[in-house]
């Protein structure tokens, strides 16, 4: 992890984020600590993710999502050169996320 990120501000908060048990809980959290955009921004990078996994064309992926180019582009750079955190959390999600067809 980048050490610039690695603070006790952000342990804080991703205990925070662990604490948190069921889907309502985190809109209660999230909406409390993201402006609608910030959240919304961050669920779109994760749908980029899930469809770049999928071998989605940039195309189909900005299509879908409303995502620019840029954003897909620094998407795919994370899952090829990032901290491995997009598959470890799409390992566990497993069967369990929702399709995100091409």
Do not use: W
Not at 24 to 41: A, Q
Not at 50 to 78: D, F, P, Q, W
């Amino acid at each position: 992890m980048n050490k610039n990120v690695k603070t006790p501000a952000v342990d804080f908060l991703f205990d925070a984020v662990l604490c948190l048990q069921n889907r309502d809980e985190c809109y209660d959290f999230f909406e409390d600590l993201c402006t609608v955009n910030e959240l919304l921004s961050i669920s779109q990078r994760f749908e980029v993710a899930a469809m770049l996994k999928k071998h989605c064309t940039y195309l189909e992926i900005a299509e879908k999502t409303g995502a620019s180019t840029a954003t897909i582009s620094r998407v795919n750079r994370s899952l090829h050169y990032g901290n491995d955190g997009y598959d470890i959390v799409f390992q566990r999600m497993n069967d369990n996320a929702p399709p995100t067809p091409c």
